[in-house]
């Protein structure tokens, strides 16, 4: 695999805006940890496809972990995971969100 001369983090980037930067990331030899609550369940299957898809031809390195932002350890794990796997974080991506369909005027 090639080096990248970035590392990114990114949380919430199994859908929407987050895969988008992820994969843009990739394309732009970023190496990149995709990190959320989701990754490596069976409802996040196509999005990690497609992580692995870019990365496979772009040849940069990239990480892919289960993140819960409420449990410190987990945050502290995955941020030295990233440092010893992929090198120091330059790039930092928060697009978790929570949404739900409804009209503008039923939000609270």
């Known amino acids: 695999m090639k080096a990248a001369r970035q590392v ?3 949380r919430g980037d199994l ?5 988008a ?5 990739l394309e732009r030899s970023v190496a990149v940890c995709v990190a959320s609550r989701r990754a490596k369940t069976s409802r996040a299957k196509n999005a990690q496809d497609r992580i692995e898809a870019v990365a496979s ?3 940069i390195h990239r990480l892919i972990r289960q993140l819960d932002l409420q449990n410190p350890s987990s945050v502290d ?3 030295s995971t990233i440092d010893h796997e992929l090198g120091p974080i330059s790039i930092l991506v928060n697009a978790a969100g929570i949404y739900s369909h409804q009209p503008i005027s039923s939000h609270d």
Do not use: C, N, P, W
Not at 15 to 19: K, N, V
Not at 21 to 25: C, E, G, H, P, T
């Open 8 to 10: 990114a983090f990114t």
């Open 15 to 19: 859908s929407g805006i987050g895969l």
């Open 21 to 25: 930067a992820a994969i843009k990331m």
């Open 57 to 59: 031809k772009t040849q």
């Open 77 to 79: 794990r995955t941020v």
